[in-house]
């Protein structure tokens, strides 16, 4: 959905940016997810992997890769704090967000993505639907059911800043 976001806006330098945390498999698959689907389009996306902890650290990795990779469509998979700090970075370098290059994240904090100015796209991966989710299983559990265990998939929604009204 967020490769398809970018390309979709004539983004064609394209990056992941991903804060990755010990154990934390499910930014990985993201990031990986990222890559297979713009390699579907015959796009090559750049990659960096940091960890968000170091802040000043992280800062000047991010500069630097911003400097040098010039990508014009980012995707951010992790938190929104994270997001925040590449959003505030791009506006510093002098990048235009909507015109030089465009972000998507998909970060579960919304209230703060919604509060960046310019706007950027959100993949809003539901998870009030995911805790109803799973909050319905155990008290079917508990009431004793024996159904047998189910996958359920939930859809997540695009939320793009152009859709709002002004």
């Known amino acids: ?3 398809d976001y970018l390309v979709g806006r004539g983004r064609t330098n394209l990056a992941v940016l991903t804060n990755v945390r010990k154990g934390d498999r499910e930014l990985i698959d993201r990031e990986q997810a990222f890559h297979l689907a713009a390699a579907s ?3 090559e996306a750049t990659a960096l992997r940091f960890e968000e902890d170091a802040i000043a650290e992280t800062k000047s990795l991010l500069t630097d890769f911003l400097k040098h990779s010039k990508p014009d469509g980012i995707f951010l998979p992790g938190e929104a704090s994270v997001v925040s700090l590449v959003h505030r970075l791009i506006r ?3 990048y235009e967000i909507g015109r030089d290059c465009d972000l998507i994240s ?3 904090e919304l209230s703060l993505i919604d509060s960046l100015y310019p706007s ?3 993949i809003d991966v539901r998870p009030d639907a995911v805790g109803y989710a799973a909050t319905h299983r155990i008290y079917k559990k508990i009431e004793g059911s024996t159904a047998a265990p189910q996958r359920t998939l939930l859809m997540p929604t695009l939320i793009d800043p152009r859709d709002k009204p002004d």
Do not use: Q, R, S, W
């Open 1 to 3: 959905m967020a490769c």
């Open 92 to 94: 510093e370098l002098g």
């Open 106 to 108: 998909n970060a579960t």
């Open 120 to 122: 950027i796209a959100n």
């Open 41 to 43: 389009k015959e796009i």
